[in-house]
């Protein structure tokens, strides 16, 4: 996915956006970047691959090699950026977040058809936020544009520019499935996508970006471009995985939802009575812990952390690319405590089952270091779309998840036609398909949240949720 992160200010802001901008590394592994305005210098520009290596090391030394008083910076998990430009509407740097499905329709039929060309990458394909700004390059202010570029684009696309005099433009995507937060302090004005990143550098919370909506950030003020739309379908799934525990989206701060989450499920196991007799509870690390705790609490089974995530050198379990390298790495970075495993009957809290193949090698390393049983408890409902707004199941079909290749095995295709019934806990499809994953993980049981249930966690109203991963509902 990504993060970005930018100030305008009256005084030298590079220190602040560089840590700005290192708060967000948990949203993407791929390229960090920084822009930044200086009166003398003006436009500067800076891209890393932090692939192999975390984005301060690559960055550590950029107040040698740039300096502004207006600064934006970014995470990308897609294309190198931001994006330095040069167009009718002047010099300006950008950055984006999200995914844009229709790419080669917008660039052959609204760009490569008026004569316009791009800087091609292997295969062809366009870098996506240069694709942005093509597009926004078509109107005759940066307003109109945005306004154009994300009413063509299919998918989501929120935006950060750094025009040549200064000043920033923050847009949030059309239906706010991503939070863009705006901060102020004596200084100037700050937007980022996550709010502490702000609040660590002394700024006081202003306002989050309504969906659709544009702002101008000078170190004197902020002004309203366009005002926000009315639909918004903001990601469920940035409480369950994404959101770092600290951050607070529309006002839900993601580590209590996470409690309230687990309480939930400890809840319908009670009802149900399901999960007897649990020696301890525990959560995948590190989203999976949270869920954990709020179970643990509720249901009154001691929390325990069975095995140890080692990250001093590999945080994120996905950082390769390859899939085999990815499991490889999560494995080898989970280390046993066996005293609360050996002859444990263990209940393990993860948020999400997407391929399964991380949660089977974790099932498997317990029962390899002595545990009894192992029962499973997914924070979220079956993945069944691969999520074609922000990709974070990093799924390209959705023959990929677990979910789709369980129905097909139980069905076939015409499984496909009963969704609603797999996802309902209590349908006679929906105890098929969980008893099915259940066996191929090798689990003493196996249950899902239910759509209902995250939503109850989240507390704001059903309809400005995306939960299209799980049900297919925009």
């Keep these: 996915m990504g993060g970005f992160f930018g100030i305008a200010s009256h005084h030298d802001v590079m220190l602040d956006v560089f840590f700005g901008v290192d708060y967000h590394t948990h949203l993407g592994t791929r390229r960090g970047g920084m822009a930044a305005y200086d009166k003398e210098i003006g436009l500067q520009r800076k891209i890393h691959n932090i692939e192999n290596s975390p984005f301060r090391t690559k960055f550590e030394h950029i107040l040698d090699e740039m300096k502004g008083t207006s600064v934006i910076g970014c995470i990308s998990d897609t294309d190198p950026q931001p994006m330095l430009i040069r167009s009718r509407l002047g010099t300006y740097a950008i950055t984006t977040i999200g ?49 154009a570029a994300q009413e063509l684009i299919d998918g989501t696309t929120s935006i950060l ?11 949030r995507d059309k239906v706010g499935r991503l939070p863009v937060i705006i901060g102020k302090r004596e200084d100037g004005y700050g937007v980022s996508f996550e709010d502490f990143a702000l609040t660590k550098l002394d700024f006081t919370i202003e306002k989050e970006l309504g969906p659709g909506e544009i702002v101008e950030l000078s170190a004197d003020e902020m002004v309203q471009l366009s005002p926000p739309g009315e639909k918004m379908r903001i990601c469920s799934f940035l409480w369950s995985y994404y959101g770092y525990p600290t951050s607070t989206y529309e006002g ?69 690319a390859n899939q085999k390298d990815r499991n490889r790495i999560a494995k080898m970075k989970q280390i046993p405590v066996h005293d609360l495993i050996a002859d444990k009957k263990l209940l393990l809290i993860d948020d999400s089952v997407v391929r399964g193949t991380q949660l089977k090698e974790t099932v498997d390393f317990l029962y390899e270091n002595g545990a009894r049983e192992v029962h499973v408890r997914s924070a979220c409902p079956p993945i069944m779309y691969a ?14 998840l677990i979910a789709r290749r369980v129905i097909m095995e139980l069905e076939g295709e015409e499984g496909f036609s009963h969704i609603d019934e797999y996802c309902d806990t209590n349908s006679e499809r929906g105890k098929k398909l969980r008893a099915a994953i259940g066996k191929k993980l090798h689990l003493g049981s196996l249950e899902f949240q239910t759509v209902e249930g995250v939503i109850e966690a989240i507390g704001i109203e059903p309809c400005k949720l995306c939960t299209y991963c799980w049900n ?3």
């Design 161 to 171: 520019i750094l025009k040549e005099d200064g000043k920033l433009i923050a847009a």
């Design 252 to 320: 839900v701060n993601v580590e209590t939802m996470r409690y309230r989450n687990g309480a939930i499920m400890a809840e319908n196991d009670k009802k149900e009575n399901r999960a007897v007799d649990m020696d301890y509870v525990g959560g995948v690390p590190d989203s999976g812990t949270p869920h954990a705790i709020g179970y643990a609490n509720k249901s009154g089974y001691h929390f325990a952390r069975a095995f140890i995530k080692y990250t001093p050198t590999w945080s994120r379990s996905f950082t390769p």
């Design 472 to 474: 297919g509902k925009e």
């Design 387 to 400: 999520c074609k707004f922000l990709n974070f199941s990093r799924a390209n079909t959705d023959m990929e």
């Design 99 to 147: 995914i844009i499905n229709n790419a080669d329709e917008l660039i052959n039929n609204h760009l490569l058809s008026s004569g316009g060309h791009f800087d091609a990458m292997t295969g062809g394909r366009v870098n996506t936020t240069e694709l942005v700004a093509a597009l926004i390059n078509q109107s005759e202010t940066f307003v109109e544009g945005i306004k």
